[in-house]
């Protein structure tokens, strides 16, 4: 993610976060408008840099390739490291609401759902991608509005990456599956 667009996801949750203290009151920004907010950003973000700087540069130009090794192979890093990356970042600066990518096939376990609010929205996305799940949960005690949007393979780094690799569950994706959700975790106010 850009430095850009996580100054802005951090504006945006704090604002944001501020705001939800009046959820549904004049003024304020409710729970689902937020999440769907915040996910519109890391939507754009994470499109840009799968279209523009991993496909663009490994499978047109062929200039660098992406890999999960970046750091050691001074590769670029996959998107959906990119991701985790901003991820983590976020988390450490904000307790408003937290946000990961995770799928019914993960390539990495760690990656799958954990929660039945996770497994429901997962599964409720990869059946009707053109729809968002949203559901109400508690973690350790705090209500959140758990939002789950499809994160789909939107170029072909996407799918022959997945399709490539050793520990991919699948190995039949093309250019639009529903590869995974977004899920997005906000605090009830």
Same mark, same amino acid.
């Given at each position: 993610?850009?430095?850009?667009?996580?100054?802005?996801?951090?504006?945006?949750?704090?604002?944001?976060?501020?705001?939800?203290?009046?959820?549904?009151? =004049?003024?304020?920004? *409710?729970?689902?408008?937020? /999440? +769907?907010?915040?996910?519109?950003?890391?939507?754009? !973000?994470?499109? &840009?840099?799968?279209?523009?700087?991993?496909?663009?540069?490994?499978?047109?130009?062929?200039?660098?390739?992406?890999?999960?090794?970046?750091?050691?192979?001074?590769?670029?890093?996959?998107?959906?490291?990119?991701?985790?990356?901003?991820?983590?970042?976020?988390?450490?600066?904000?307790?408003?609401?937290?946000?990961?990518?995770?799928?019914?096939?993960?390539?990495?376990?760690?990656?799958?759902?954990?929660?039945? =609010?996770?497994?429901? *929205?997962?599964?409720?996305? /990869? +059946?009707?991608?053109?729809?968002?799940?949203?559901? !109400?949960?508690? &973690?350790?005690?705090?209500?959140?509005?758990?939002?789950?949007?499809?994160?789909?393979?939107?170029?072909?780094?996407?799918?022959?990456?997945?399709?490539?690799?050793?520990?991919?569950?699948?190995?039949?994706?093309?250019?639009?599956?529903?590869?995974?959700?977004?899920?997005?975790?906000?605090?009830?106010?």
């Amino acid at each position: 993610m850009r430095s850009e667009g996580l100054a802005l996801v951090l504006a945006i949750a704090t604002l944001g976060c501020k705001n939800l203290q009046g959820a549904g009151a =004049a003024g304020g920004i *409710g729970e689902r408008d937020f /999440a +769907d907010g915040l996910h519109a950003v890391l939507s754009a !973000d994470r499109e &840009v840099y799968t279209k523009q700087v991993v496909n663009r540069l490994q499978n047109e130009e062929k200039v660098l390739k992406a890999g999960e090794h970046w750091k050691d192979d001074k590769l670029l890093p996959l998107p959906a490291q990119m991701f985790r990356m901003g991820a983590e970042r976020a988390r450490d600066k904000t307790r408003g609401f937290s946000y990961a990518l995770l799928s019914l096939w993960p390539i990495n376990k760690q990656n799958g759902a954990r929660t039945e =609010a996770e497994k429901r *929205g997962l599964q409720a996305v /990869a +059946d009707q991608p053109a729809q968002n799940s949203y559901d !109400d949960e508690s &973690v350790a005690g705090v209500q959140y509005l758990t939002a789950v949007y499809p994160d789909l393979a939107v170029s072909d780094a996407c799918v022959s990456c997945h399709n490539s690799h050793p520990d991919s569950p699948r190995h039949d994706y093309k250019l639009g599956d529903v590869m995974g959700a977004v899920v997005i975790r906000v605090v009830k106010k």
